[in-house]
């Protein structure tokens, strides 16, 4: 049973527009949550992280929301740009400090100029 | 300052044999944990390695093993290999007080 979801396999924007990925679990005993980025040939990319006990973390365009009551989580990018095209994991972690990562499936966004 | 690396980068193996992938962790980090990603799909934990003990393991059979030597490196073994044991197999290494993960480029593992 996967504990993280990213129900999109791929999404499409236009550059300069707003990318909006978004994540579901159902492990209420998650933490932490994080967003990665992975371009082809590389390893994941560490890219915004937020606690439970927050509800938004922002830097610089990118956004972390998360509705704990939902169990839902969601990543913003404004302004879109071409170099944001990648696969974007959700992972999710019981607790800070060397637990185990739990992934989705990735979400790959195409930014087009 | 180097950053997580990994070799060798591809590996082409055939069913039933063995392979070991190794790990160099971030300078001054202590822990390493290794992921699985198959085709499609996101990474997941094998286990993790911490003063050259196993201190957290994810749902893998046995014929995945680790060890991880003084200097913190760290290496993975699949006995027995199955078809399925087709994929990226990524290291992370992080500094036990903090836990950030940074994970290295991964090696591409194919068994025919």
């Known amino acids: 049973d996967q504990q993280v979801k990213q129900n999109s396999p791929s999404l499409s924007v236009q550059e300069g527009r707003i990318s909006i990925l978004n994540c579901d679990y159902t492990?209420?005993?998650?933490?932490?949550f994080l967003w990665y980025k992975k371009y082809p040939a590389e390893g994941p990319t560490f890219l915004i992280s937020i606690s439970s006990i927050k509800d938004k973390n922002e830097d610089g365009r990118f956004t972390v929301f998360l509705n704990k009551s939902a169990k839902h989580l969601s990543l913003h990018i404004v302004p879109s740009q071409p170099g944001d095209s990648a696969v974007y994991f959700c992972?999710?972690?019981?607790?800070?400090?060397?637990?185990?990562?739990?992934f989705g499936k990735g979400t790959r966004l195409s930014v087009i100029a | 300052d180097a950053g997580v690396t990994q070799s060798p980068t591809h590996l082409i193996k055939t069913r039933g044999q063995q392979v070991t992938l190794r790990c160099s962790p971030k300078s001054g980090h202590d822990t390493v944990s290794w992921y699985q990603q198959a085709l499609g799909q996101g990474p997941q934990f094998i286990f993790q390695?911490?003063?050259?003990?196993?201190?957290q393991r994810g749902n893998f059979p046995d014929r995945f093993s680790g060890h991880q030597f003084p200097n913190y490196s760290s290496e993975l073994n699949v006995n027995a290999l199955l078809l399925g044991d087709s994929a990226l197999y990524l290291c992370?290494?992080?500094?036990?007080?903090?836990?950030?993960?940074?994970f290295g480029p991964g090696t591409r593992l194919t068994v025919t």
């Open positions: 992972a999710a972690t019981g607790a800070w400090g060397n637990t185990p990562l739990v």
């Open positions: 992370a290494s992080s500094l036990s007080r903090t836990g950030s993960q940074y």
């Open positions: 390695y911490y003063e050259e003990e196993e201190r």
């Open positions: 492990n209420s005993m998650f933490d932490y």
